[in-house]
Nanobody
């Protein structure tokens, strides 16, 4: 699976950005697609996941209400809509894909088969 992200950039606090991740080579419906982020000096953390076949969603609780994940199967693309951005949201955002059995929505880093190249999101005051 190859993942190509786009949509990062510089935005003022309170603004919005939409990240896109175009996937190719998805050969199984058992994939969970996810977004992770890594802020300077911090570990990479899970942000949100979506199951490719069912569309089931999962978010980090602290981001619910501000971030939304969605998919467009026809375009093999997932999106991360980020609203009311805060300074703490500044990070490199990574798209990821991994096969997860059953109906699992969570994508641990240990299960990731493919990573995107990352896209920088910088929130300014």
């Amino acid at each position: 699976v190859q993942l190509v992200e786009s949509g990062g950039g510089l935005v003022q606090a309170g603004g919005s950005l939409r990240l896109s991740c175009a996937a190719s080579g998805l050969s199984s419906s058992n994939y969970v697609m996810g977004w992770f982020r890594q802020a300077p000096g911090k570990e990479r953390e899970f942000v949100a996941g979506i199951r490719w076949n069912s569309g089931g969603l999962i978010f980090v609780d602290s981001l619910k209400g501000r971030f939304t994940i969605s998919r467009d199967n026809a375009k093999s693309t997932i999106y991360l809509q980020m609203n009311n951005l805060k300074l703490d949201d500044t990070a490199v955002y990574f798209c990821a894909a991994g096969r997860r059995a059953g109906s699992s929505l969570y994508l641990p880093q240990s299960a990731v088969d493919s990573w995107g190249q990352g896209t920088q999101v910088t929130v300014s005051s």
